[in-house]
Nanobody, 128 residues
Framework: EVQLEESGGGLVQAGGSLRLSCAFSGIPLDDYAIGWFRQAPGKEREGLSCIRVGDDSTYYPDSVKGRFTISSNTARNTVYLQMNSLKSEDMAVYSC?????????????????????WGQGTQVTVSS
């Protein structure tokens, strides 16, 4: 059974940093991509980053490149999202998801792309 669970969200001041964690189980690392997403009230899902743990390949859309970093710790079955220089517009529910995509790429930014497994999400609040 595949499970994903996010943690690390909370309240942070504008300009601050947070590191989110996505603990996963039941995922064959060589076959799956894990992505980070966010959704703010009234807005579509936004893809933030993707990693294929099996080959450590990553993808970031331009909107977060340079501010967000995805990484993994296979010993802990965890994928992280380091977020720096946070802004009020980063406030959202952040979720991780997994699917058997062969590579990470621009498709993660499409809200219509399906991901097989999702965590429950973690709230990030940025105070100005």
């Amino acid at each position: 059974e595949v499970q994903l669970e996010e943690s690390g969200g909370g309240l942070v001041q504008a300009g601050g940093s947070l590191r989110l964690s996505c603990a996963f189980s039941g995922i064959p690392l060589d076959d799956y991509a894990i992505g980070w997403f966010r959704q703010a009230p009234g807005k579509e899902r936004e893809g933030l980053s993707c990693i294929r743990v099996g080959d450590d390949s990553t993808y970031y859309p331009d909107s977060v490149k340079g501010r967000f970093t995805i990484s993994s710790n296979t010993a802990r079955n965890t994928v992280y999202l380091q977020m720096n220089s946070l802004k009020s517009e980063d406030m959202a529910v952040y979720s991780c998801a997994a699917a058997p995509y062969p590579r990470c790429g621009p498709y993660i930014t499409s809200p219509s792309v399906d991901w097989d497994y999702w965590g429950q999400g973690t709230q990030v609040t940025v105070s100005s």
